[in-house]
Antibody, heavy 123, light 107 residues
């Protein structure tokens, strides 16, 4: 059974940092692209960024709203995905989900999601 | 960035009704569109990918269609467990974006 478990959220002051983790099981983690998606309280879904697999040199892409502040990384030996968030702003307050993003042909979809971890940026 | 506009944003409807949700893209995206269902306090779930392919295990009352800039998600006969918020998502290019969501509420 595919499972993604998000953790690491909490309360942080503006300008602070936080590192989120996502532990995967039930599939070959190293084969897959992985994405982060967030959802502010009462709002819609926002794509945060992607990390590709080793074949694609672990390359990353980010939404413009987080570029330069957030960094996605992975440790395939630990089946783990990370989101390092620096210079946090109140607008970053959200539930953060890791998602699996298999590429089928040239298409992708977010077929499995973590349960989410809540980040609150407030003084 | 490609913008997705869903309509309606909110729908008050009844069990057994047929419901159609529309998602319009700001530019042509072929069939690079997916649909998700989200219930309160839960992560979204993939329903349909590639505009019209039903994910394994998703009830056949859900269907998707469209290409280019206009897409629809149809629920043929609403069941009590279908009252939720639905999002379209384009995967034509980065950045990936989502529609603003359509919330279905029991009339």
């Amino acid at each position: 059974e595919v499972q993604l478990v998000d953790s690491g959220g909490g309360l942080v002051q503006p300008g602070g940092s936080l590192r989120l983790s996502c532990v995967a099981s039930g599939f070959t983690f190293s084969d897959h692209y992985m994405d982060w998606v967030r959802q502010a309280p009462g709002k819609g879904l926002e794509w945060v960024g992607r990390i590709r697999n080793k074949t694609r040199s672990y390359s990353t892409d980010y939404a413009s709203s987080v570029k330069g502040r957030f960094t996605i990384s992975r440790d395939d030996s630990k089946n783990s995905l990370y989101l390092q968030m620096n210079s946090l702003e109140t607008e970053d307050t959200a539930m953060y989900y890791c998602t699996r993003a298999p590429i089928v042909g040239s298409r992708t979809q977010f077929d499995f999601w973590g349960q989410g971890t809540l980040v609150t940026v407030s003084s | 960035d490609i913008q997705l506009t869903q309509s309606p944003s909110f729908l008050s409807t009844s069990v057994g009704d047929r419901v159609t949700i529309t998602c319009r893209a700001s530019q042509g995206i072929s069939t690079y569109i997916n649909w998700y269902q989200q219930k309160p306090g839960k992560a979204p779930k993939l329903l349909i990918y590639g505009a019209s392919t039903l994910r394994s295990g998703v009830p056949s009352r859900f269907s998707g269609s469209g290409s280019g800039t206009e897409f629809t998600l149809t629920i043929s006969s609403l069941q009590p467990e279908d009252f939720a918020t639905y999002y379209c998502q384009h995967v034509n290019s980065l950045p990936i974006t989502f529609g603003q969501g359509t919330r279905l509420e029991i009339k």
